[in-house]
């Protein structure tokens, strides 16, 4: 498989558009329990890699956007947390409340300082609005930072078809196509699920929105740069965090940005909010915050670097992929415009102009992505990545039925059937009889859908109470 250089990648991004990928993780320690796997041991670590001596983190925060493969990434999580009995930071119900911004009070458990002794958490995964202040409420300063973003092109196709009934204006749009080719007419800042149809991922980042895009209704504008194709996105060597703890009272702006030697305002006040200064004040603070981020259209690669990020081994990142649509034509990473329809094309640019706030982001972060690769080395991921592949196809064939998701029709136990949203049929997975007791356990955490899979870290964390009649006198009747 050939691998895209950061160079490569910088010019691909401006042909290249997704149509889908393959959100397929790591689970459980199959290969010394699943019988008749030939399965290759973890990779040893480069020369020079502390990956042998480290401790695996497991303070965790993974902020869950939209429509990126993330429901994959929380499945992993679940499964980890869940075999080495960890503590989740878990909603009510199934977000903390989302869209509004995430609040410490909606976590299940959650005592405030001073409230009375309290077991600390090590995983808060679920949707929510990222809110750095009230996170850093829940979760320790020093966990471990991380999400995933998706090319806004493929991630609008995915949205249209999943929010068609909650977004106004998807509701009102006949196509895609159509909405993208005048969505101010459908679109209306402020609109019940409209938040779903314009720069989702920077939604939910929790970032502010500049000024011309939070217009009054029926007077929006466009923005003055739609396409960003000059965008001087901040270099990769001025974030992540380098592992330091984040101060609760000095990171809720993002770090000074420096362009040649001079410091610059780190208030988005002074700046033209407008502007790429905007743009990249806002990116600047990601990086002071987040540890990675995930490239959907690169996840196999991603997922190598999640686990030597953590230092966890890279059976503890297998898994299936989730809540896919059909139809989605999922397993794909970017493809050149030369395998693109002219509308398609079209459709593609329109989608990244649209979004370009998602789109800067995007761009960001696949620059972080194989800056990170680079380090990594790219043989040695080259190698590590074709390992998880097959790890995965042997996993499959050995859990389930066909080997593969299938449409819902065919999944009659409603463990593994996922939730039906949107238009598409989301598929799921039906596991193969004769497993044994050992096998059965590990495929079904493989195969449970994020709802069920939530329900049951509930139960175990909060089990339910007994409680026993108390003994009163006889009660005489009238």
Not at 170 to 180: D, E, T
Not at 360 to 365: D, E, K
Not at 440 to 458: F, G, I, N, S, W
Request: charged letters at 20%.
């Amino acid at each position: 498989m050939r691998l895209w250089g950061p160079r490569s990648l910088g010019v691909a991004l401006g042909v290249f558009m997704t149509i889908g990928f393959a959100l397929q993780l790591w689970g459980g320690p199959f290969h010394r329990r699943l019988p008749g796997l030939q399965l290759r041991q973890p990779l040893a670590p480069s020369p020079g890699s502390a990956v042998s001596s480290c401790l695996p983190r497991q303070r965790l925060v993974f902020l869950k956007t939209h429509k990126s493969g993330s429901s994959s990434v929380l499945n992993l999580l679940h499964r980890y947390g869940d075999r080495h009995g960890l503590r989740f930071a878990l909603p009510a119900r199934y977000q903390f409340g989302y869209p509004r911004l995430f609040q410490a009070s909606r976590v299940k458990g959650y005592r405030p300082q001073g409230g009375g002794t309290k077991p600390p958490f090590h995983i808060l995964c679920h949707h929510m609005r990222f809110n750095l202040k009230e996170v850093l409420q829940v979760m320790p300063s020093d966990s471990f930072f991380f999400s995933i973003v998706r090319d806004p092109a493929a991630l609008a196709r995915s949205a249209f078809s999943y929010y068609k009934s909650t977004s106004s204006a998807f509701r009102k749009a006949p196509s895609l196509a159509a909405f993208l080719a005048n969505p101010r007419a459908f679109y209306r800042p402020g609109a019940r699920g409209d938040h779903y149809a314009r720069n989702l991922l920077w939604f939910d980042f929790g970032l502010p929105f500049p000024p011309e895009m939070k217009t009054k209704r029926g007077n929006t504008h466009p923005p003055r740069d739609p396409s960003l194709p000059q965008l001087n996105v901040l270099p990769s060597g001025t974030g992540p965090r380098a592992h330091h703890p984040l101060d609760p009272n000095a990171v809720f702006h993002p770090a000074p940005i420096v362009a040649g030697g001079h410091s610059q305002t780190s208030s988005p006040s002074s700046l033209d909010l407008g502007s790429s200064s905007f743009i990249q004040w806002s990116l600047a603070w990601l990086d002071s915050v987040f540890d990675l981020v995930l490239v959907a259209e690169y996840f196999d690669e991603s997922l190598v670097l999640l686990a030597d990020a953590l230092c966890w081994g890279l059976d503890d990142v297998v898994g299936f992929m989730h809540n896919a649509q059909a139809g989605g034509e999922q397993g794909r990473g970017p493809v050149s415009n030369g395998g693109l329809t002219t509308e398609d094309g079209q459709l593609t640019a329109r989608a990244r102009a649209w979004n370009h706030l998602d789109w800067a982001l995007y761009v960001h972060f696949n620059h972080s992505l194989w800056a990170r690769i680079n380090q990594y080395g790219q043989s040695r991921l080259e190698s590590a990545v074709a390992e998880l592949r097959a790890h995965r196809e042997a996993l499959a064939k050995h859990c389930l039925e066909g080997g593969e998701a299938l449409d819902p029709k065919y999944i009659t136990d409603r463990r593994f059937r996922p939730f039906q949203f949107g238009s598409g049929k989301v598929l799921g997975y039906v596991l193969r009889s004769g497993l044994s007791l050992a096998d059965q356990e590990e495929c079904e955490r493989l195969a449970t859908p994020e709802l069920q899979y939530k329900d049951k870290l509930d139960a175990k964390q909060f089990p339910p109470t007994v409680s026993l009649p108390l003994k009163t006198s006889r009660i005489l009747s009238p």
